[in-house]
């Protein structure tokens, strides 16, 4: 009988999109073919739009969260979504399979870094403090690390593998939900991790 294949969560906002269920069938046949298992969010789901209740929204997180229960790992979509940070809904999923003590790779389709992005967001350079802190217009600073998101979830996807760090991958505006390029790039550094661990466990 064949080995079971380890389980990735395939997080992002793909599911919002008019064809998210083919976006992850896509992403789904190039994790089997590095021999991982993608689950997808909207797997087990039914077909349509969902009940737009509470009631509706909140099964929703549920079957999210015994999905991930149920999976090794989690390859999130860091993408920026609706603004200059990853989708929210993505970043609890990172750090909840984080805590869990399971490994969290991710990609972004942009290569321009957080602070970059935030300043293109409030519509020019961003001021600075007298001690050169970059500020947004409420005088909050903006983390000024040149890392690809907010730095916590940088450091989930470095916390787990060591020198693991974001893909990332500057893609045309049109293509950032489409192109699987660096998709393909974080899957191959899951199965490496994943797979590794399973030869070397004897698995």
Known sequence: MAEARPRVYLAGPEVFHPEARALGARKAAICASAGLEGVFPLDGTPTGEPDPTHEGGLAIAAHCLATMDACDALIANMTPFRGPSADAGTAVEMGYMRGRGRPVFAYSNTALPYIQRVAVALGGELPRREDGTPVD??????????????L???????????????????TQFLARWTDMTAFEAAVRRAAQHLLGALNTNGG
């Open 137 to 150: 217009p409420e005088d909050m600073a903006v983390e000024p690390f040149g890392l690809a998101d907010n």
């Open 152 to 170: 916590m979830l940088d450091g989930v996807v470095t916390d787990s593998g060591g020198a693991a760090r974001v893909v990332v991958r500057e």
